[in-house]
């Protein structure tokens, strides 16, 4: 039996730090009202020359180098991510693919907005399974910098860029290692107008002259998202809980997407769970969407926070709206 496990992870955050402060001297804000609404302190911008798939590529050669393969070696790469180069084609991925040189390598976006990695890695584990492929990136990367309302304080603030990649690999042995046991992915679409970058599809494209140039910037209820997102969470870490048979002090760490403290610590409540179950970085990055849970899951390993089998579950929950996990055995 091939069973499918993360053989090594990294993140690439770009250099340019933007602070609470700094946000504050552009816009009606102040360090005090984000840190005590979301927990945010900075988070990190893209540079001008850069673009998503320079992220996600100098995060996925990392995991490549930690992991010991070659480009050559990789058989598919999938990019999950909500701010891609090109809006439509081509997926950012196919942009990977070329800058690593991983020229055996097929390669495709996966669109479910903060919750991408975690359909990515149920997608990879599935493609590893069955047989026909040995080694694949999946990579969360976002450049939401470049697609946030600067003038709009309301979601401003909320949003870093960054990019977080695993390889995800097949394991013969008869041990398990950091196995992608099982994963719960969901979908609600009728809460397609809670969360959405409104411009540039077939529904709103672009009409010079008519189009106002605010729409192709993230539009976001928060209310209604924040409300959605505490009951996803709690929802999809109890399901992954009773159908693995897990208890709370079985699970080592949960690994949850950082769009609000206030979010995760309100979903901890409702469903019983110590709050330091929960790894949380977001004071650090802001909501780098599909990047959060790779990049919070790469410190936790390099942090020696989990050993070899210690259960460890990853929860998201974003724009679709979508929501999920996964349950990996360390
Ligand atoms: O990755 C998934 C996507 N995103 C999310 O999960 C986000 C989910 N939602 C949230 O996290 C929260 O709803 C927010 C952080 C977006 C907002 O927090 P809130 O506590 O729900 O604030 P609010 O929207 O109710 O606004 C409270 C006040 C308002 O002022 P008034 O009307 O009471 O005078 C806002 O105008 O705070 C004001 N406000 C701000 N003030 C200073 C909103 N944004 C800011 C800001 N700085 N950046």
Same mark, same amino acid.
């Given at each position: 039996?091939?069973?499918?496990?993360?053989?090594?992870?990294?993140?690439?955050?770009?250099?340019?730090?933007?602070?609470?402060?700094?946000?504050?001297?552009?816009?009606?804000?102040?360090?005090?009202?984000?840190?005590?609404?979301?927990?945010?302190?900075?988070?990190?911008?893209?540079?001008?020359?850069?673009?998503?798939?320079?992220?996600?590529?100098?995060?996925?050669?990392?995991?490549?180098?930690?992991?010991?393969?070659?480009?050559?070696?990789?058989?598919?790469?999938?990019?999950?991510?909500?701010?891609?180069?090109?809006?439509?084609?081509?997926?950012?991925?196919?942009?990977?693919?070329?800058?690593?040189?991983?020229?055996?390598?097929? *390669?495709?976006?996966?669109?479910? *907005?903060?919750?991408?990695?975690?359909?990515?890695?149920?997608?990879?584990?599935?493609?590893?399974?069955?047989?026909?492929?040995?080694?694949?990136?999946?990579?969360?990367?976002?450049?939401?910098?470049?697609?946030?309302?600067?003038?709009?304080?309301?979601?401003?603030?909320?949003?870093?860029?960054?990019?977080?990649?695993?390889?995800?690999?097949?394991?013969?042995?008869?041990?398990?290692?950091?196995?992608?046991?099982?994963?719960?992915?969901?979908?609600?679409?009728?809460?397609?107008?809670?969360?959405?970058?409104?411009?540039?599809?077939?529904?709103?494209?672009?009409?010079?002259?008519?189009?106002?140039?605010?729409?192709?910037?993230?539009?976001? &209820?928060?209310?209604?998202?924040?409300?959605?997102?505490?009951?996803?969470?709690?929802?999809?870490?109890?399901?992954?809980?009773?159908? &693995? &048979?897990?208890?709370?002090?079985?699970?080592?760490?949960?690994?949850?997407?950082?769009? &609000?403290?206030?979010?995760?610590?309100?979903?901890?409540?409702?469903?019983?769970?110590?709050?330091?179950?929960?790894?949380?970085?977001?004071?650090?990055?802001?909501?780098?969407?599909? *990047?959060?849970?790779?990049?919070?899951?790469?410190?936790?390993?390099?942090?020696?926070?989990?050993?070899?089998?210690?259960?460890?579950?990853?929860?998201?929950?974003?724009?679709?709206?979508?929501?999920?996990?996964?349950?990996?055995?360390?």
């Amino acid at each position: 039996m091939i069973r499918a496990y993360i053989k090594s992870i990294a993140y690439c955050v770009p250099d340019k730090i933007v602070t609470n402060d700094d946000l504050s001297k552009i816009m009606d804000t102040s360090d005090e009202w984000i840190i005590s609404h979301t927990g945010i302190k900075k988070r990190h911008f893209i540079g001008e020359n850069e673009n998503n798939s320079d992220i996600a590529a100098k995060a996925a050669k990392i995991a490549m180098k930690k992991g010991g393969i070659t480009a050559d070696e990789i058989d598919f790469i999938i990019v999950c991510t909500g701010s891609a180069d090109y809006l439509g084609f081509p997926a950012t991925a196919c942009l990977v693919q070329e800058k690593l040189g991983a020229k055996n390598a097929g *390669a495709y976006d996966i669109s479910a *907005a903060c919750t991408g990695f975690v359909f990515g890695v149920e997608t990879a584990a599935n493609f590893i399974k069955s047989g026909n492929y040995k080694n694949i990136l999946v990579i969360g990367s976002e450049v939401l910098s470049r697609i946030i309302d600067m003038s709009d304080r309301n979601t401003a603030v909320l949003f870093g860029d960054g990019a977080g990649a695993a390889l995800i690999s097949g394991n013969e042995d008869s041990e398990s290692k950091s196995e992608i046991i099982s994963s719960y992915l969901r979908a609600d679409g009728s809460g397609e107008n809670a969360l959405k970058r409104p411009l540039g599809g077939t529904a709103h494209p672009f009409i010079p002259g008519v189009t106002d140039p605010k729409e192709c910037f993230i539009y976001m &209820n928060g209310r209604q998202v924040y409300n959605f997102a505490v009951k996803a969470v709690t929802n999809t870490i109890l399901q992954i809980m009773e159908k &693995n &048979n897990l208890t709370i002090d079985s699970i080592k760490y949960i690994i949850p997407h950082q769009a &609000n403290i206030r979010i995760i610590e309100a979903a901890a409540n409702r469903a019983s769970i110590p709050i330091e179950k929960f790894y949380i970085n977001i004071e650090n990055y802001a909501n780098t969407s599909a *990047a959060t849970i790779p990049i919070a899951l790469t410190e936790v390993v390099d942090k020696n926070l989990i050993q070899r089998g210690d259960n460890i579950i990853t929860v998201g929950f974003g724009g679709g709206l979508t929501y999920g996990g996964n349950y990996i055995k360390w």
